[in-house]
């Protein structure tokens, strides 16, 4: 199991942004130097907790700070975005990372943000598909271009100067183009499907019980299976709360306490997925009655915390739940105390992860 890392920050109201943007970058550089894989950003336009307005300028600032991770927008929102502007800035971003570059979709879950954009009424799941087959149209064809759509053309003809090089819409270094991921945050989601007929892979969300995670491993191997390609484990990425300690009552306090960064980022998305009519992801079961619900329950339930063998057993634990998988995204949440959330990355990729792999290799070599 590989060890990578997803952030869709989420900080204290009031909290400095320049030091909240400072955080956030050193947690990517740290995991970085610990040997994570790959690391992705999301973005929000309209959150003063989500602080992160653009996941590409945000990766374009760890370019030079990062040396073997592969950094992804976690997401690019496409609804809000000019697929010209998409197709440009990330065929640029993958250039200046010489192709240590993974491109993350999304419709944009933020309401405010669709609103602010002028969508918030509008079919997203359409817009979305929309813009994004006109992103890949111009990287796989040539200008003059004239891709008509519902919601976006983009047309170059008459300004179109070929022997001056003008009229060129750029084309990313990674062809046909990186690699595509999805967020996966409904159960039974059917965008899974869809997203492996077209070769993409994805990422089941941290805010989701592990019966909902379970439910897009068949999701995946249906549309795998109408495209006629094997569905790898290898290729579906989990992101997970967790936090290591070097001992249990540092670890559960920075959890779950009162004042607990991880406390306070599932009672911001509690907050707005309740009022989006989408309680339904913290829930056990579909018929649960949405009282039963609580913040509660959600941090019980979602986060991973405890020392370095409780935290191994308990990532075996939630494995065995959901099924097999190829990456483990580590979410990242506010440094309330720097020291301790630097701590846990270390611990994790250090003394966690070796102990979950040797387990993993061990019941491979057994069931052989």
Excluded at 243 to 255: C, E, L, M, N, Q
Aim: charged share 25%; aromatic share 10%; with cysteine.
């Amino acid at each position: 199991m590989k060890l990578g890392f997803f952030t869709m920050p989420i900080h204290p109201l009031g909290k400095d942004w320049r030091m909240s943007l400072r955080e956030d970058r050193e947690a990517f550089i740290l995991a970085d130097e610990l040997g994570f894989a790959e690391g992705y950003a999301g973005e929000h336009a309209t959150d003063q907790a989500e602080n992160i307005t653009s996941c590409t300028i945000f990766i374009a600032s760890l370019i030079h700070a990062t040396k073997r991770m592969k950094l992804g927008t976690g997401t690019v929102n496409m609804p809000n975005s000019h697929p010209a502007a998409v197709a440009a800035e990330i065929a640029m971003l993958d250039h200046m990372l010489d192709g240590r570059f993974i491109f993350g979709i999304s419709p944009g879950g933020l309401l405010s943000d669709a609103e602010v954009f002028g969508n918030l009424d509008a079919n997203r799941n359409e817009m979305f598909l929309e813009c994004i087959n006109q992103v890949l149209a111009i990287w796989d064809g040539e200008p003059p271009y004239n891709l008509r759509g519902k919601y976006w053309t983009v047309v170059c003809e008459k300004q179109f100067m070929p022997e001056i090089g003008q009229g060129f819409l750029p084309k990313p270094l990674q062809r046909p183009h990186p690699p595509i991921v999805v967020t996966a945050v409904a159960p039974f989601s059917k965008g899974v499907t869809e997203a492996a007929a077209r070769g993409w892979e994805p990422i089941s969300a941290n805010f989701l019980m592990p019966q909902w995670v379970r439910s897009h491993w068949p999701k995946y191997v249906e549309g795998c299976e109408r495209a006629g390609r094997p569905a790898d484990p290898a290729n579906w990425r989990v992101a997970k709360s967790i936090f290591v300690a070097d001992d249990d009552k540092t670890a559960r306090a920075y959890a779950t306490d009162p004042d607990s960064p991880y406390r306070f980022y599932y009672k911001q998305l509690f907050t707005k997925l309740k009022a989006n009519g989408r309680i339904e992801l913290f829930k056990t079961h579909r018929d649960q009655p949405d009282d039963e619900v609580t913040l509660d329950s959600i941090v019980d339930q979602l986060i991973i915390y405890g020392t370095p063998n409780k935290v191994a057993n308990d990532i075996l634990a939630y494995r065995e739940k959901v099924g097999d998988f190829g990456t483990l995204l580590y979410a990242g949440k506010d440094w309330a105390d720097p020291a301790l959330g630097k701590r846990s990355m270390v611990l994790l990729a250090e003394q966690v992860m070796p102990k979950v792999n040797a387990a993993i290799g061990s019941a491979a070599q057994a069931a052989e």
